[in-house]
């Protein structure tokens, strides 16, 4: 069995080491748990970057070794906002009515915490496993994936990999993409008191912004249902007496597994063209995170859902995550079949109050840990 207290302390620890992102300091994080790394005996690199940045890397077996998994999650958090706002210090990490309290603890140092919890129990039984374990804590995920996306590009590969986030113990084997679409209208400006000598940006911008609001998408996914398309900032004009040459529209845009960007950008473009010309606009995507997929017959999706039913009792099917994560970069870019599960609900992250049942934890950390020992049976 996985030790609760161990798992309890390790969650408290991390949340007591702030890593709030911006501004990004996970270097601190990094260190503790390479120590706790190095204490069960994995072989430990942390990866340093930038300022204070960090990733940190554990493993069980040679480079060689097959089959092999990787446990990734992350290292930052999302700020804690106006601390007055809690009704406990966001960074104390104590336990309340059997939940551990504070930013961080649905996403992700909870989750970080029953990694460990399950590492920790095969380091204490002698690793009974064949094959590699990696533990991967990375940095950035809340804001660009630095993190996972630089070990992916230093070649880090394993034939599976489990991405721990909030799903409520639930598999999931996919997440829709995330496209941040701007798009600039040009206009021409003139004095308010004659605006038929010019050009309003701003009257482009809002028939593109009602068109968008019409929207409608055929395509639809088994588990992450439609596409969405949304309008998330609008900027323009330059004083109260000028017609505006300028307005810029941003749009987020979630897109499915079957989606090309290129395609829905040219959606996108029709629209736009249908009220303005070329000339009158300019559009570019500012971010981008692909969508991704992991097929229901993987060894490692069958496998985690036994193992869930077998933990929690109750029979459970593969769900779609409502979110973008590594999954994206560990899939695409490393080609790793992934799935994303973890304890606690994905509601319960971001917020002020953030806090989880420390039997979730547990048994997520059962979960892992009956993971590991099958797949590296
Ligand atoms: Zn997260």
Same mark, same amino acid.
């Given at each position: 069995m996985v030790s609760q207290e161990y798992i309890v302390e390790l969650a408290s620890k991390l949340i007591r080491i702030n890593s709030e992102n911006p501004p990004g300091r996970e270097f601190d994080a990094a260190s503790f748990v390479a120590d706790e790394l190095a204490k069960i005996g994995m072989k430990t690199v942390i990866d340093k970057f930038e300022d204070s940045r960090a990733n940190v890397v554990g493993v069980y077996g040679e480079e060689n070794q097959h089959p092999s998994i990787m446990l990734n999650t992350h290292l930052d958090t999302v700020p804690a906002g106006d601390r007055e706002k809690w009704s406990f210090p966001p960074f104390s990490g104590e336990v309340r009515e059997n939940r551990i309290c504070g930013r961080g603890a649905?996403?992700?140092?909870?989750?970080?915490?029953?990694?460990?919890?399950?590492?920790?129990?095969?380091?204490?039984?002698?690793?009974?496993?064949?094959?590699?374990?990696?533990?991967?804590?990375?940095?950035?995920?809340?804001?660009?994936?630095?993190?996972t996306k630089k070990l992916v590009a230093r070649g880090l590969r394993t034939d599976y990999a489990i991405v721990g986030e909030p799903t409520s113990l639930n598999v999931c084997i996919a997440h829709k993409g995330r496209v941040v679409v701007q798009v600039d209208f040009h206009g021409r400006s003139a004095h308010?008191?004659?605006?038929?000598?010019? *050009?309003?940006?701003?009257?482009?911008?809002?028939?593109?912004?009602?068109?968008?609001?019409?929207?409608?998408?055929?395509?639809?996914?088994?588990?992450?249902?439609?596409?969405?398309?949304?309008? &998330?900032?609008? *900027?323009?004009?330059?004083?109260?007496?000028?017609?505006?040459?300028?307005?810029?529209? &941003?749009?987020?845009?979630?897109?499915?597994?079957?989606?090309?960007?290129?395609?829905?950008?040219?959606?996108?473009?029709?629209?736009?063209?249908?009220?303005?010309?070329?000339?009158?606009?300019?559009? *570019?995507?500012?971010?981008?995170?692909?969508?991704?997929?992991?097929?229901?017959?993987?060894?490692?999706?069958? $496998?985690?859902?036994? $193992?869930?039913?077998?933990?929690?009792?109750?029979?459970?099917?593969?769900?779609?995550?409502?979110? &973008?994560?590594?999954?994206?970069?560990?899939?695409?870019?490393? *080609?790793?079949? &992934?799935?994303?599960?973890?304890?606690?609900?994905?509601?319960?992250?971001?917020?002020?109050?953030?806090?989880?049942?420390?039997?979730?934890?547990?048994?997520?950390?059962?979960i892992y840990l009956r993971i590991l020992e099958k797949i590296l049976s």
């Open positions: 649905v996403d992700a140092k909870g989750v970080l915490a029953s990694f460990l919890g399950a590492l920790k129990e095969l380091a204490d039984k002698g690793w009974p496993i064949k094959g590699r374990v990696v533990l991967a804590a990375v940095a950035d995920e809340e804001v660009e994936g630095k993190g308010a008191s004659k605006p038929s000598r010019g *050009r309003n940006a701003i009257y482009y911008a809002s028939k593109f912004v009602e068109k968008i609001q019409k929207m409608k998408f055929t395509e639809k996914h088994n588990l992450l249902g439609h596409p969405t398309c949304t309008i &998330t900032l609008i *900027r323009g004009g330059v004083k109260d007496n000028i017609i505006p040459d300028n307005c810029t529209v &941003t749009l987020d845009l979630r897109i499915l597994p079957s989606m090309k960007l290129n395609q829905t950008l040219k959606k996108l473009k029709n629209l736009i063209e249908k009220d303005a010309s070329k000339k009158d606009y300019h559009i *570019r995507i500012v971010n981008y995170i692909p969508p991704a997929e992991t097929s229901p017959s993987n060894a490692l999706v069958k $496998t985690a859902l036994d $193992t869930v039913t077998e933990v929690i009792g109750k029979k459970i099917g593969v769900r779609g995550f409502p979110a &973008t994560c590594d999954m994206s970069f560990l899939v695409n870019q490393a *080609r790793i079949p &992934t799935i994303i599960l973890g304890p606690g609900r994905i509601e319960d992250a971001h917020v002020v109050d953030e806090s989880i049942s420390v039997s979730e934890l547990v048994k997520a950390s059962q």
